[in-house]
């Protein structure tokens, strides 16, 4: 079924023992003080390569001195000079161990991009910083861009010397080397500004120092982004151009990638995101071009895809980004037909980008052990224990599958007909894509031997009578609904929940107000107005911006599309008054009337633990996790039940 997947492939003289990529990303933390290649970073890498992945791809890795006001913290690892060989080879020795090649993306840095510390260095003087437009950027001068050009040529022979089987040049998105490529972005009046030749005359140098050093048959992989997809950016047109100039100039292979970070939902697309989002662009290079074309976006959690776009001649290759990070068995559990084993990516962005961005190393809300290969290996129990898990959400359902892996007795008790809690409502709506977590722990607990109770809500008399050794306590969150008049719930007063697991049987009316635009509440306007059209959405935020707490991408997409929907919304509006048929707020200004028929809260949960605390000192071991401890996120959820099971 899956023969294009696995069939050998070649990118200029290196052999592919298949057509999957592991696709670079950000290491976060993991690397060593001095930014070498770390053994956890050895050990994560490893475990995408024994998982059957054909070609690793490193993180952007900083390679000059030049643009130091990027010190380590702005890029994933470092490779300067020759004290970094030595980490570095163990990495690369460790993946071709398992049959797999590895390649480094080397960088210059980001750029305009870059917003913490110094003045960043950039192709021109005065670009903003996307993420705080007060940053302006300074031009590297003529000088400064000969020694970054001097710099690949140098690191680009340690790197061949340290066993990496191919370089790929970061050329995408906006960062430092698109900026000289880039119209919008390079105002030089020197040889590297100018015409399109003038702007693609750095990258070309780099090409040419790097076949100086490595020799014509060393693998050169170039990422880059054909179409920027923003007002200024560059288009396909263009980008056809580019492809062609640097197959001309001697790379064996193109990467295709989609965006920049003034619509990062392209280049790293969230959950709301369709399968495949990218591969349009991938296929446009693809003809044109006589060299094998890389593409990715959204397609791990849908093998069928992978292959189908292999299959069509979309593309040459498949890349993997957060699939890895959430199963690093991938390859292996598709090749060997069990796809029902693969855990799949909710396209949350919170433990892999939200973790780099606050200085943490990078790992996956479903899968702790990603950046903790090593650390947080399952080990066998040493007693076979019973344990009752209560509560069949994300965070019980994990702590059930680890605990029964470990060799433990366990039953699951949920007092719904179906497991997933919060994610159950969640999957029928704009994130209908969170079904496949949820389908994942269905089959997962039934391998593991897992009895499941559904349609069972336990009270502590019959936790007693059952006498386990361990409980785990995951009961959840409750939605809270703020009534202001001090009555009770009105008759047209609704939770995110009772919209999206009663559809249809709710009389919405003509007009329909969300309270909250957080995350969620964004989520459930957009589903109200995309599902029912002609009806009036309103949201009501208590601040300034929507979706707040979400990843930068996230956030982004959701602003658009709330906007793009017609969506009304009122910012630094407070709730006061819910009665039939209207709403009363208060703007700046004084209060005002809102008509509304149906009045949707989603402004947060309250733990609901009426358990943990009652069982402690009565049962050997009680572990409370998940929403009950504090309402969050699916990553402490799954993170507090993962290391409650590994604890037993």
């Known amino acids: 079924m899956f023969e294009k997947l696995f069939e050998p492939g070649k990118i200029g003289s290196m052999r592919l023992k298949n057509r999957i990529v592991m696709m670079p990303m950000g290491n976060g933390f ?69 049959g797999a090649k590895i390649c480094i993306q080397l960088t210059a840095g980001d750029g305009r991009l870059w917003t ?25 001068t003529t000088k400064e861009v000969e020694k970054i050009i001097e710099d690949w040529g140098i690191v680009a022979g340690l790197v061949k010397e340290a066993g990496f089987d191919s370089i790929e040049i970061r050329a995408y998105g906006g960062y430092f080397t698109d900026q000289f490529m880039t119209a919008l972005w390079n105002r030089r009046t020197d040889r590297f500004g100018g015409d399109l030749t003038g702007r693609m005359r750095y990258p070309m140098e780099i090409i040419k120092a790097i076949r100086k050093s490595c020799g014509d048959d060393y693998p050169i992989i170039f990422k880059f982004t054909p179409d920027h997809g923003i007002k200024g950016g560059r288009q396909i047109g263009e980008g056809i151009e580019i492809a062609r100039m640097v197959q001309d100039a001697g790379v064996d292979a193109l990467h295709i990638d989609y965006g920049a970070w003034e619509n990062h939902y392209n280049v790293i697309p969230p959950v709301h995101q369709p399968f495949a989002n990218q591969i349009w662009l ?73 973790r780099i961005f606050v200085g943490k190393y990078v790992s996956c809300a479903v899968n702790p052990q990603t950046g903790m290969e090593r650390e947080f290996r399952l080990a066998p129990a040493e007693r076979r224990k019973s344990v009752l898990v209560v509560g069949g959400g994300p965070g019980g359902a994990e702590a059930a599958r680890v605990a029964a892996l470990r060799g433990h007795d366990v039953t699951l008790c949920e007092k719904n007909a179906a497991l997933g809690g919060q994610l159950r409502a969640a999957s029928h709506g704009v ?71 009663d559809q249809g049987k709710i009389d919405l009316g003509g007009k329909v ?23 009036s959405v309103t949201l009501v935020e208590q601040f300034g911006d929507l979706a707040s707490g979400a990843f930068h991408s996230t956030r982004l997409l959701l602003k658009k599309r709330v906007a793009d929907a017609g969506i009304t919304v009122l910012f630094n509006t407070k709730l006061v008054e819910v009665r039939k048929g209207t709403i009363t707020v208060d703007v700046e200004g004084g209060r005002k ?30 572990y409370a996790v998940g929403d009950c401890n504090m309402p969050r996120q699916v990553l402490s959820a799954v993170w507090e039940g993962f290391h409650a099971a590994r604890a037993i």
Not at 116 to 140: C, E, H, I, Q, Y
Not at 325 to 337: C, F, H, I, M, S
Not at 609 to 619: N, P, Q, R, W
Request: glycine content about 12%.
């Open 116 to 140: 913490w510390g110094p003045t960043p260095v950039s192709s021109s003087d005065g670009l903003p910083s996307v993420f705080d437009p007060n940053v302006k950027s300074r031009a590297a």
């Open 513 to 535: 107000v969300v309270v909250g635009g957080g995350e969620m509440g964004c989520e459930i306007a957009l589903h109200l107005a995309e599902k029912n059209p002609g009806k």
């Open 431 to 501: 994130k209908e894509q969170l079904h496949i977590l949820m389908d994942y722990y269905v089959v997962q607990l039934a391998k593991a031997g897992v009895k499941v109770e559904l349609g069972r809500e336990l009270d502590v008399k019959e936790i007693l009578n059952r006498r386990p050794d361990v409980v785990i306590v995951a009961t959840g969150a409750k939605p809270i609904l703020l009534v202001p008049d001090g009555g009770g719930r009105p008759g047209n007063v609704y939770t995110v929940e009772d919209i999206l697991l």
């Open 593 to 622: 009337t809102v008509d509304a028929d149906t009045v949707v809260f989603s402004i947060g949960y309250r733990s609901n633990d009426d358990l943990s605390g009652t069982l402690t000192g009565t049962i050997p071991e009680v």
């Open 282 to 354: 991938a296929e446009k290079i693809r003809n044109v071009v006589n060299i094998p074309v890389i593409a990715h976006g959204k397609l791990g959690n849908k093998p069928e895809i992978a292959e189908e776009v292999l299959r069509d001649g979309k593309t040459d290759y498949v890349g993997l980004g957060r699939s890895l990070l959430t199963d690093p068995e991938w390859a292996n559990k598709v090749r060997e037909g069990r796809l029902a084993d693969i855990k799949p990516c909710i396209g949350c962005q919170k433990g892999c980008l939200g």
């Open 30 to 98: 993991m690397e060593n003080p001095d930014g070498g290649f770390s053994r956890r970073v050895r050990d994560y890498f490893e475990a995408r390569a024994k998982g059957g992945t054909g070609l690793i791809m490193t993180g952007s890795t900083l390679m000059t001195r030049v643009t130091e006001s990027e010190p380590r913290k702005a890029i994933s690892t470092l490779f300067l000079d020759n004290t970094y060989v030595g980490g570095a080879s163990e990495t690369c020795d460790a993946v071709h161990r398992h």
